[in-house]
């Protein structure tokens, strides 16, 4: 039994027949596929076999027909369904997740809470990592997603407590897609599901596409001064690791705060996959079934078998493909064409840097496939965009009151961690010796000395975890 709820999206409209240019077909959410094998089926295991052909079925239609994809199908000969943005990947944010609040004493002890936030949409995750023994999590962390114009997309975010084995849910907000389009730079909190009056801060921006090469030079210089930084926190850490693996033991660290290191994406590239002319075969009359693979460093993705590529020499494509990538100066997209029986029939590398001698940063050429014998060609389509920061202020979205944290205690910044080893106390039958004052003769209290505690910051447990180092060390008298 398969039911499911599909969308049919009918557009542009046109000013002569057929009137619509094409129709956009989807379903928002997966759909519900129930499975009844009969036959010699029964002998076998039922469970694992409906597990194995449910979880396949639902990969093929999530390749084509489940959100984030959909099917476009042209209903006017002449319009161009890569000119909708249903298949084309233009909005870029990068989601700043903060910190949380509002989790009560009364409900969770600080030495058992020990949380990180789990993002989902569109295909795409991502989690942050741990913050340790806290009711006031921070972990400063960002993370780029990106999206198609396809309606009812949403961001899904989850708290989860660290566990052993798995992650215990806490509470979960999701914020749509529509709402972080209206705004270039967005602050607001989210109130969490079931843990009210908890409450968890993020913060969005969406990137500027621009086909300008010059502000790629600033955009570089940025994520240097930003990578320089990064690796002084990297040496600075390295440096005083052995030293902190004794502060780890000696000093209580109530409270982890991840730094951001991972460096974000300058560019957008572009794929879009036309069509192919005279594929031949290096064996055999045999008429080729291809598809294409296009891969830019690590990402991989490749065309569908449709009824235009099977077992003709002129197949047509026709889809379109996303990647972001760090710096476009230093990488390749390379595509393979291969046949569904023999294999790869050749292939082609284009240097990302040549489409920034471009005009608009854009390339549509035909490719000879290799090696040097012919093989046949592709035409393809490269378009590169520049990935810019907004340079407005921030807007804050407002949260209702009925939403804000009641808890009061919870929202006060906790103290730093103390030093967990035990004093030495003072016997009571000695007696400090008095000094007499040159001026008038009386007697004056020596000075107790004490310990201090120090800054509440790592680098304060750093320096008291070395004065219980070296007195350990030192040997008595």
Request: include cysteine; proline fraction near 6%; glycine fraction near 4%.
């Amino acid at each position: 039994m398969f039911k499911g709820r599909i969308r049919v999206y009918l557009e542009p409209i046109l000013d002569k027949p057929p009137f619509i240019g094409a129709a956009t077909i989807y379903f928002p959410e997966k759909p519900d596929l129930r499975l009844k094998f009969t036959g010699l089926t029964r002998l076998a295991n039922p469970t694992m076999i409906n597990t194995f052909v449910h979880k396949k079925i639902l990969e093929a239609m999530g390749m084509l027909l489940i959100k984030p994809k959909a099917l476009c199908i042209p209903l006017d000969l002449n319009y161009k369904t890569e000119e909708l943005n249903y298949t084309r990947t233009m909005n870029i944010f990068r989601i700043y997740v903060l910190e949380a609040e509002g989790f009560r004493s009364e409900d969770f002890r600080t030495e058992t809470l020990s949380s990180y936030v789990a993002i989902s949409s569109a295909k795409q995750k991502a989690r942050t990592s741990v913050a340790n023994n806290s009711l006031n999590p921070t972990w400063h962390q960002a993370f780029e997603m990106a999206f198609n114009d396809i309606p009812e997309q949403e961001i899904e975010f989850r708290l989860f407590n660290d566990r052993l084995i798995k992650g215990e849910l806490l509470g979960s907000c999701r914020i749509s897609v529509k709402e972080l389009k209206k705004h270039t730079n967005l602050d607001m909190w989210l109130p969490l599901d079931n843990v009210a009056p908890a409450r968890l801060h993020i913060r969005s921006q969406r990137l500027r596409l621009v086909t300008d090469r010059a502000e790629l030079r600033k955009v570089m210089s940025g994520f240097l001064f930003s990578g320089c930084l990064g690796s002084g926190r990297r040496l600075l850490l390295f440096a005083s690791w052995h030293l902190f693996v004794f502060s780890q033991v000696l000093v209580g660290n109530h409270m982890s705060r991840p730094i951001q290191m991972k460096e974000f994406s300058s560019a957008l590239l572009s794929v879009h996959v036309s069509k192919g002319k005279d594929l031949k075969l290096p064996t055999g009359n045999r008429m080729p079934t291809t598809l294409t693979e296009i891969h830019v460093g690590k990402m991989r993705e490749q065309t569908l078998y449709s009824p235009l590529c099977i077992q003709t020499p002129d197949p047509v494509w026709k889809e379109t493909f996303s990647f972001l990538m760090k710096d476009p100066r230093m990488e390749k997209v390379e595509l393979v064409v291969k046949d569904n029986y023999h294999g790869s029939l050749g292939s082609i590398s284009v240097p990302i840097s040549r489409l920034l001698e471009a005009r608009n940063l854009t390339i549509t050429d035909w490719y000879e496939l290799c090696p040097s014998e012919h093989r046949g060609a592709i035409l393809v389509k490269l378009e590169l965009w520049i990935l810019v920061p907004p340079n407005g202020e921030t807007q804050k979205a407002k949260v209702p009151s009925s939403q804000q944290p009641q808890c009061k205690d919870v929202n006060k910044r906790r103290a730093g961690p103390r030093l967990l080893v035990k004093r030495k106390l003072i016997s009571t039958h000695y007696k400090p010796r008095r000094f007499p004052t040159a001026a008038t003769g009386a007697t004056e209290e020596p000075e107790q000395r004490r310990e201090s505690n120090g800054p509440a910051t790592f680098k304060g447990q750093l320096i008291r975890a070395a004065r219980l180092i070296c007195r350990a060390c030192t040997p008595r008298r």
